[in-house]
């Protein structure tokens, strides 16, 4: 496998994208007209996790925000059939080989554990297009979770932000009762805990999934005076998780200094990690052979007149 050990910085107008390859593959930076719309991490990044398997701490360290891939696992690590599997899974973190590059994209390949995984990404006027395919390769099935972890930062953070989803089910995921209301409850004035409007000096941190959606879109208004809109494939992934760190985790290594907002569409509507969706009969099955494509789009939108 040829892989690239440097970042690969791709161009179309105002828009630039940085991948790298050799770190999962990640959208480490998508600027616009100079603003760094991804999240980047105030700690310096530890090198890449040396095991196969890294908890969320050791995944966490050697993170430094952006935009990746969480696959064959999404959430939490934990253990299948006597092996141990990464929080977020392997190919969000271990190296992919470079298969063509041009200006405005480059086309990347994965394989490991019977998937092969090809990731095109293409530099739009304003945003990215990625475009991807996972095949079983092998003689057995195998079963996966699939997230496309995306987080965005300052440019969106700092100034507060409004989210503008469908109205589906959404569940609190740190809520003891995972109580299931609608997005409508949740993002109204008066509610009791309101995801849709986070204001500049809000501190918490919530995590949360919305779905099934009828529809992969959600708009988000910055304070900062950007609009962007996400859109993807809603049934090949019906669930949107939503992540919000304002300043909200003090241990190590957030220390109450990190804000970000999470908007990853998965294939599952919980983060417990892929031996619990197979208990459950929600894990995605690939059986030889058969293999699932999507496309997901992150673009700025014209700025509109009452927001």
């Known amino acids: 496998m040829t892989v690239v050990d440097r970042r690969r910085t791709l161009h179309r107008g105002v828009t630039s994208v940085v991948v790298d390859p050799a770190r999962g593959g990640e959208l480490a930076a998508m600027i616009i007209d100079g603003r760094q719309i991804l999240s980047t991490v105030p700690w310096e990044r530890a090198e890449r996790p040396t095991t196969d398997a890294p908890s969320e701490d050791q995944w966490t360290d050697a993170w430094s925000g952006g935009w990746q891939l ?4 999404a959430g939490d690590a934990g253990e299948l059939d006597g092996v141990a599997y990464s929080f977020h899974g392997l190919a969000s973190f271990t190296p992919w080989e470079l298969l063509a590059d041009f200006e405005d994209g480059v086309s990347l390949g994965w394989s490991a554990g019977g998937l092969r995984v090809l990731r095109h990404v293409t530099v739009l006027d304003r ?24 987080t965005l930062g300052a440019t ?39 995801w849709s409007v986070v ?7 919530r995590y ?34 939503i992540w919000q760190e304002q300043q909200g985790t003090d241990t190590v290594p ?3 200094s990190t804000k970000a907002l999470g908007l990853e569409p998965s294939t599952v509507g919980q983060g417990d990690g892929l031996a619990s969706a197979i208990a459950r009969g929600v894990a995605l099955i690939l059986r030889p052979g058969e293999h699932r494509s999507w496309t997901i789009t992150l673009h700025e939108r014209e700025a509109s007149t009452n927001s």
């Open 70 to 73: 969480a696959l064959p696992n």
């Open 199 to 205: 204001g500049a000096a809000d501190h918490h941190a």
């Open 127 to 150: 945003g990215v297009r990625v475009a991807c395919d996972v095949a079983a390769d092998g003689d057995e099935s195998v079963a996966l979770i699939i997230a496309e972890h995306l």
């Open 254 to 256: 957030w220390l109450g």
């Open 208 to 241: 949360g999934a919305l779905g099934p959606v009828d529809r992969g879109e959600v708009q988000l208004i910055a304070g900062s005076g950007i609009e962007l809109e996400l859109n993807w494939d809603a049934a090949m992934f019906p669930y949107l998780w």
């Open 156 to 194: 969106i953070t700092e100034s507060g932000y409004r989210i503008v989803a469908p109205d589906a089910p959404f569940v609190d995921l740190l809520s003891a009762e995972r109580a299931i209301v609608r997005w409508r409850e949740v993002s109204a004035h008066g509610a009791p805990v309101t």
